[in-house]
């Protein structure tokens, strides 16, 4: 937790990053979600091609258990909006 911690002011300060957050869960510690937002893909390849890099992957190699690691590609964002239209059929 302390590592990743470390990791998430420089992180937020990189171009191109819209957000970096980790989160525990309450009911198991050990269980943490550590999530990175990048503005488009070229931010993200030249994060991981980085040296900030390198210590996020030496957290990912010294862990108990090999993490899931996922890339996510948004395409779409719909807000309250679209919620309240599929509420009331109009979607």
Request: aromatic fraction near 6%.
């Amino acid at each position: 937790m302390k590592s990743l911690h470390s990791l998430l002011g420089p992180t937020r300060v990189a171009a191109g990053c819209l957000g970096c957050d980790l989160y525990q869960d309450v009911a198991e510690p050990n269980i943490l979600l550590y999530t990175e937002h990048w503005r488009a893909q070229e931010d993200l390849d030249r994060r991981i091609r980085s040296d900030p890099f390198k210590p996020l992957t030496a957290v990912m190699e010294a862990a108990a258990e090999p993490p899931d690691i996922r890339l996510n590609w948004v395409s779409q964002v719909k807000g309250l909006e679209y919620l309240a239209e599929v509420r009331l059929g109009d979607a």
